[in-house]
């Protein structure tokens, strides 16, 4: 797990991350089979889609404003296979975490303000009181920062003991951050192999991170799961299952998913498709 925390230390946190990140005894070793590299995307006028949201935190009670994408102006062109958003003008991804500058709190939008008192203690003497304030004045997210916030965000999560779930989503959030990068990498640079084997290995770890750890929610957990309803969910695993070459869970989950009476079309026909696909592979081989 450290090297999903690997960076921390400029912050003052170099002592998260140590033992596990799930809570769940049951852990299962995955290897995430990844997709061939497409070609350079570029980012138009990224800063004309933002605007300056304010929020208060409720660990330390600052005020302060992070960069927000405006809805309804970004496109969506593409969902991935598992369900990653891919827009047109700006990789909304890199601004959903809300990051506190002056104590270091940080949390995906969703999970900012349900904080109980007892979390609020472990964050300010865990976090706050070895955080090293970071000053950014771009007027967008470049990769490493949203990265950086990222990991602030999972460190957050283990200090406070988060749901298994909540842990998960950070992870497969930050492997789509640093897909979205690769994906913006120059084939013609000196460095882009080195990067793009750099970030493969990296978006490995957290793909398999979210795999393990939302099998453990669905486990544990009621719906809704990290706002996902339980068929949902149920693709979301059989697709992380069929990116790192887990074909027994995802076939079980395909399985179950086209013949529940609860799953809607789209999620069948997604899930029709996630079959075709282990079809494909198993007749190449």
């Known amino acids: 797990m450290a090297?999903?925390?690997?960076?921390?230390?400029?912050?003052?946190?170099?002592?998260?991350?140590?033992?596990?990140?799930?809570?769940?005894?049951?852990?299962?070793?995955?290897?995430?089979?990844?997709?061939?590299?497409?070609?350079?995307?570029?980012l138009v006028n990224e800063e004309d889609f933002l605007f300056d949201k304010k929020y208060a935190c409720p660990v330390c009670e600052s005020s302060f404003e992070v960069k927000t994408v405006r809805t309804g102006k970004v496109r969506m062109k593409n969902v991935d296979l598992d369900l990653r958003p891919d827009y047109s003008e700006v990789d909304q991804n890199k601004y959903d975490v809300i990051a506190c500058?002056?104590?270091?709190?940080?949390?995906?939008?969703?999970?900012f303000t349900t904080l109980n008192k007892y979390q609020i203690e472990d964050i300010r003497s865990k976090i706050c009181m070895n955080y090293k304030k970071q000053e950014y004045h771009e007027p967008t997210y470049n990769y490493e920062y949203a990265r950086n916030l990222y990991q602030l965000a999972l460190a957050n999560a283990v200090v406070k003991k988060a749901k298994n779930s909540e842990?998960?989503?950070i992870?497969?959030?930050?492997?789509?951050?640093?897909?979205?990068?690769?994906?913006?990498?120059?084939?013609?640079?000196?460095?882009?192999?080195?990067?793009?084997?750099?970030?493969?290995?990296?978006?490995?770890d957290l793909l398999t991170n979210a795999l393990n750890g939302f099998v453990m929610a669905r486990q544990s957990e009621e719906f809704p799961i990290a706002?996902?309803?339980?068929?949902?969910?149920?693709?979301?695993?059989?697709?992380?299952?069929?990116?790192?070459?887990q074909y027994d869970v995802a076939g079980k989950m395909i399985s179950e998913l086209l013949t529940s009476r609860?799953?809607?079309?789209?999620?069948k026909d997604k899930a029709r498709f996630l079959?075709?696909?282990?079809?494909?592979?198993?007749s190449g081989q």
Not at 6 to 24: M, V
Not at 101 to 111: D, N, Q, V
Not at 227 to 245: H, K, Q, R, V
């Open 167 to 169: 842990k998960a989503y």
């Open 3 to 42: 090297g999903i925390f690997s960076g921390l230390e400029k912050l003052g946190l170099g002592n998260i991350g140590g033992g596990d990140l799930f809570e769940d005894p049951k852990k299962k070793e995955t290897v995430v089979k990844k997709e061939e590299p497409v070609k350079k995307l570029s």
């Open 227 to 245: 706002g996902m309803d339980s068929t949902t969910l149920d693709y979301l695993i059989a697709a992380l299952a069929y990116e790192t070459d």
């Open 275 to 282: 079959k075709e696909l282990m079809a494909e592979k198993n």
């Open 262 to 267: 609860t799953a809607n079309s789209r999620i």
């Open 101 to 111: 500058p002056e104590c270091g709190y940080a949390a995906l939008g969703r999970y």
């Open 171 to 204: 992870c497969l959030k930050t492997a789509w951050v640093i897909r979205g990068e690769t994906q913006r990498l120059d084939p013609s640079a000196d460095d882009y192999d080195a990067k793009k084997e750099a970030n493969d290995a990296q978006e490995r």
